[in-house]
């Protein structure tokens, strides 16, 4: 009556996720069914080489890199599981194309049991790769080391509720020739069931905005002049 299920998925994108799942079936008069209180015995293992392929479900809206890791081990019984593991990013990035923000140079540290969900460590340490439109704009003054955004803080897996920590040093936000902007700070964000509530004090070590040129006044196709 023992009964094992087994995960493997391998593919030069998405990498390769395997795991078993063991539990046992209990017959009842003539046929075999699973209750609420069989055991439950599992392992799974994760190991993304890249993230860039789910850039390509965003239509271009954002790109993302770099690779995960993880493994998840189950427990308790099929009617109450019990999850814990961890998961772990190198190399990480994330660009919003159109708004122009650009984080890279991302790690993670995160695990989860039954309950909680901790992230013991999320750090993007980002070079300035982009030169503002204005010469005047001190740019190596600011950027001769990366800018930095760490944060950490622990969410309840049943409801979200939680609490993120986050603090930046001279983080270069917006890379784009005509939106550049550096931000030092920090902040807490604080989840609950109903929003989420930011509270933030940034400052703006530097920053460089082209306003876009107005078109000339035009008439209406209703207007005719005599």
Known sequence: NAVQA?????????????GSVNTRLQKSGTAWALPPSAPLEG???????????????SEGQFALGGKLTGNVALSGTVGKPVASGRVNGEELAVTLVEQGVSLSGGSLDASFDRDVMRVNR???????????GSPRVPVERFTQTPGRLTASGEF?????????????DRLPILQRADRWLLLSGKGEANANKNDIRLDADFGVDSGYFEMPDAAPPALGDDVVII
Do not use: I
Not at 6 to 18: A, K, Q, Y
Not at 122 to 132: G, M, W
Not at 156 to 168: K, Y
């Open 156 to 168: 309840a897996l049943a409801t979200g509720v939680g609490a993120l920590n986050f603090e930046a």
């Open 6 to 18: 087994t995960l493997d998925v391998r593919g030069p994108e998405v990498g390769t996720w395997t």
């Open 43 to 57: 392992q799974f293992t994760l190991n993304m080489a890249s993230l860039e392929w789910l850039s390509r479900l």
């Open 122 to 132: 999320l750090e993007f340490v980002s070079a300035n790769k982009v030169q503002p």
